[in-house]
């Protein structure tokens, strides 16, 4: 009977520290992404994509191939983003997906002028080859006070 | 050899059907969910939720509880949905919680003046005694061409 027990709070120990392990690697990609967006790393923030992903920006249809990349990487833009953070509220990892909440804020800049922002997201997450990328991505804002 | 593959192929229908019967179960659910906008049974869609949900309208913080209850239900409303449709791409149930991206669109009225609209959505479905219910529940417009 304590071994049973034993094994039992072993595993529950055990999937509660994958579990974390996984949080953390999730984490880990949130702030790469805003890194690569404040230091213009385009093409690197539409490879935090999976091959078949889709964006929901508002005013748009949904976005997946060529026209996530050109969301994200279009050729003409005058607009850098000078400043992004995500503060995820809860992320649940069941398997090699999870679903991810929280908020956004940021600023962007076209050298004149400037714009601050702020909202909120949902994302799906996937693990692909050992690494977590986004499956889909939707946001809105919060309206400035 | 030819047992353990029956046994395989088994498990494999299997699960299969009853994915097929959990995304029929949730399409169900999105059904009803637009029955009760356009005959008005307001708080009928709020108990569509999980007690813990949260709704991510455009331009306010994240809703919850009191805030998405008078969210749906709001004691002076003079605008009735006239027409709702849901309209999912991909349902992807894993294990009590599923998640379903798609679109939505629909007419309001206040007697005198009516508005379409039509949006994309990604809700986060949770299954609670048995019925699915709506966990995260995140949308934004299409512009009209």
């Given at each position: ?61 949904i976005l997946e191939d060529d026209g996530l990349a050109n969301y994200w990487n279009p050729e003409n833009r005058s607009w850098k983003t000078t400043y992004h953070k995500v503060t995820p509220v809860e992320i649940k990892v069941i398997g090699d ?49």
């Open positions: 009977m304590r071994i049973i027990f034993s094994i039992l709070a072993l595993s529950f120990f055990t999937a509660m520290h994958a579990q974390d392990k996984e949080v953390k690697a999730i984490k880990e990609q949130v702030r790469k992404f805003s890194n690569y967006l404040m230091t213009d790393q385009r093409a690197e923030v539409v490879k935090m994509y999976t091959s078949d992903a889709k964006i929901f920006p508002d005013g748009t249809d997906e999870a679903y991810d909440y929280g908020y956004y804020e940021g600023s962007s800049s076209n050298g004149d002028r400037s714009s601050d922002w702020k909202g909120k997201y949902v994302i799906i997450w996937r693990k692909v080859d050992g690494e977590w990328k986004i499956y889909l991505d939707i946001w809105n804002s919060i309206k400035a006070e």
